[in-house]
T-cell receptor, first 114, second 113 residues
Framework: NAGVMQNPRHLVRRRGQEARLRCSPM?????VYWYRQLPEEGLKFMVY????????ESGMPKERFSAEFPKEGPSILRIQQVVRGDSAAYFC????????????FGPGTRLTVT | GENVEQHPSTLSVQEGDSAVIKCTYS??????FPWYKQELGKRPQLIID???NVGEKKDQRIAVTLNKTAKHFSLHITETQPEDSAVYFC????????????WGAGTKLIIKP
């Protein structure tokens, strides 16, 4: 059973470009969470999704950021018109059907905005 | 809503000594408390968790204790080793929040040789 997959592992974008981060949850997991982590800082919750639904996006900036988890395919975190402050590690985690709490993390995508 | 506070932010202990990291939570309905370890440049990984129906859980050198009355839980690492150096995060969740985890800010544990 493959773990949580994220790609790309490293992404470099110039200011104003778009960044697309992908997350494939573990097999059988229908809950996906996205977190942002700045160097030397903790995990900041961004958004929680189930298949085709956004459950909680309270941690995600209202502008430029969006997330989806379609019926087929990976979850996508999209950042439009990136700025230097978007540079961070973005982790996704998945968990099994509701009723279980463990979150399994992917290796993260390190976004650098130049 | 739930709030989780974690102390200390940095902890330095001599190799072989014990380390204790404490977290407090605000919502008495929280019923699941995991601890994650994140090594430098790596992903967070679950190391131990506890549910509200037990007061203590052990796994080799790691233990977690839960005091529901005081609303705090602690991670205990005994006989610390260099590979224990990492950032440790506590979290809390409850049934009616879709099991979302509310995270502490993290503790950087440094094991001195």
């Amino acid at each position: 059973n493959a773990g949580v997959m994220q790609n790309p592992r490293h992404l470099v974008r110039r200011r104003g470009q778009e960044a697309r981060l992908r997350c494939s949850p573990m097999k059988g997991h229908s809950h996906v969470y996205w977190y942002r982590q700045l160097p030397e800082e903790g995990l900041k919750f961004m958004v929680y999704l189930q298949k085709e639904n956004i459950i909680d996006e309270s941690g995600m900036p209202k502008e430029r950021f969006s997330a989806e988890f379609p019926k087929e395919g990976p979850s996508i975190l999209r950042i439009q018109q990136v700025v230097r402050g978007d540079s961070a590690a973005y982790f996704c985690a998945s968990s099994p059907l509701q009723g279980q709490n463990e979150q399994y993390f992917g290796p993260g995508t390190r976004l650098t905005v130049t | 809503g739930e709030n989780v506070e974690q102390h200390p932010s940095t902890l330095s202990v001599q190799e072989g000594d014990s380390a204790v990291i404490k977290c407090t939570y605000s919502d008495s309905a929280s019923n699941y408390f995991p601890w994650y370890k994140q090594e430098l440049g790596k992903r967070p990984q679950l190391i131990i968790d506890i549910r509200s129906n037990v007061g203590e859980k052990k796994d080799q050198r790691i233990a977690v204790t839960l005091n529901k009355t005081a609303k705090h839980f602690s991670l205990h690492i005994t006989e610390t080793q260099p590979e224990d150096s990492a950032v440790y995060f506590c979290a809390a969740s409850k049934v009616d929040s879709n099991y979302q985890l509310i995270w502490g800010a993290g503790t950087k544990l440094i094991i001195k040789p």
